[in-house]
Nanobody, 115 residues
């Protein structure tokens, strides 16, 4: 059974950094294109960044381009999101899933950026 577990969130100040990790177990991780998503209170869940199964061709939401970097380690079944120059509007619960989203959703990890 596939399980998705996100970690690495927390409280950061404006301009700070956080690195999120997502471990996928029970499936063939290297076959999945992956993405990071976020959901702020009262808003829909949006894709923030995505990466192909081989780790090339990353893409980003316009508002995070140049600040966030998605990467993956297929040997560790893990996808990462390095977040730099954080802004209060980045505050949300962050999730990862395959693209398209066919895996069970994890619990997410809360990112809070203080101004």
């Amino acid at each position: 059974q596939v399980q998705v577990v996100e970690s690495g969130g927390g409280l950061a100040q404006t301009g700070g950094s956080l690195r999120l990790s997502c471990v996928v177990s029970g499936g063939t991780f290297s076959n999945y294109a992956m993405g990071w998503f976020r959901q702020a209170p009262g808003k829909e869940r949006d894709v923030v960044a995505g990466i192909s199964s081989s780790g090339i061709s990353p893409y980003y939401l316009d508002s995070v381009k140049g600040r966030f970097t998605i990467s993956r380690d297929n040997a560790k079944n893990t996808v990462y999101l390095q977040m730099n120059s954080l802004k209060p509007e980045d505050t949300a619960v962050y999730y990862c899933n395959s693209r398209p989203s066919i895996l069970p959703w994890g619990q997410g990890t809360q990112v809070t950026v203080s101004s």
